[in-house]
């Protein structure tokens, strides 16, 4: 091994052992320990405190910690009951889409999706598997380009149209089949017609051989939080009748779903 790939694993466990020590101060917050000096967290943590004063310095400037400005005292930040506040809706989520998505999976016998924005991706949190021989390439936890498929563009549809803009510089829209959109404009008018419609109807746009169906789920505050959709194989009675009556039914899950999140339909 010459001395350069050394140097690159010697700084690959140097960054895991700074993660590491960044989580043991995290750790020793408790609900009877809810503030603490920086001593506390040196003696607590065996760290020395140089090491502790640089760490917790990056914690409080991501906000995972704050700083009381009078008492020094140290507590646990808003980015943490930000996150939490994720993952607890997320688990609440999954919880009233539940029953859809086994609806829908054992009607169609298609595979049926739960999306959300995560750090401007899209990002998969549940998945009911179908039966077709094409497979979904979409397992939960995975991220898309928030521009990507069915529930990307769901989601993207109801997001404010800079947001939109934004998103379309960081990722350029892609070829992925040849009904692919490509051009921005075609694609803001797609954005247009899914909000006059309250669903998006994609044939092969995203992977070949399937049809999409996505509507938006809703909150309390009339925020679109997450978008559900099913995954059709192309063969079969796949009528535009058949399409619109599936699309019109999801829809009015969605409102259902979003009526247990909180949301009040005008």
């Given amino acids: ?159 404010d149209p800079d947001y939109a803009r934004t998103i379309l510089k960081k990722n350029p829209l892609k070829p992925y089949t040849p009904n692919s959109i490509t051009n921005k404009k075609q694609f803001f008018a797609r954005l247009q017609e899914i909000r006059e419609n309250g669903y998006v109807i994609e044939k092969e746009e995203a992977v070949e051989g399937l049809i999409g169906i996505a509507a938006p789920i809703r909150n309390y505050s009339s925020k679109t939080i997450a978008a559900l959709g099913i995954a059709l194989p192309t063969g079969g009675d796949k009528s535009e009748f058949l399409l619109q009556t599936l699309a019109n039914e999801l829809k009015n899950a969605c409102l259902e779903i979003s009526d247990n999140m909180g949301f009040i339909k005008d």
């Fill in 1 to 159: 091994m010459n001395s350069s790939e050394n140097k690159r694993n010697s700084e690959s466990r140097y960054k895991v052992q700074v993660l590491d020590r960044a989580l043991d101060i995290l750790d020793c917050f408790t609900f009877s320990k809810r503030e603490m000096t920086l001593a506390e967290i040196v003696r607590k943590t065996v760290l020395n405190k140089t090491t502790a004063k640089r760490i917790l310095s990056n914690l409080t400037r991501r906000k995972f910690l704050q700083q009381d400005p009078k008492t020094k005292r140290y507590r646990l930040g808003l980015r943490l009951f930000e996150l939490g506040g994720i993952v607890f809706s997320s688990f609440s989520l999954r919880k009233a889409a539940d029953h859809y998505m086994e609806y829908f999976r054992d009607k169609t016998g298609a595979t049926v999706l739960l999306g959300v924005i995560m750090e401007d991706q899209l990002v998969y949190i549940d998945k009911r598997e179908g039966n077709s021989m094409i497979r979904v390439s979409s397992e939960i936890g995975w991220r898309r380009p928030l521009n990507y498929g069915m529930l990307g563009m769901v989601l993207l549809a109801y997001q």
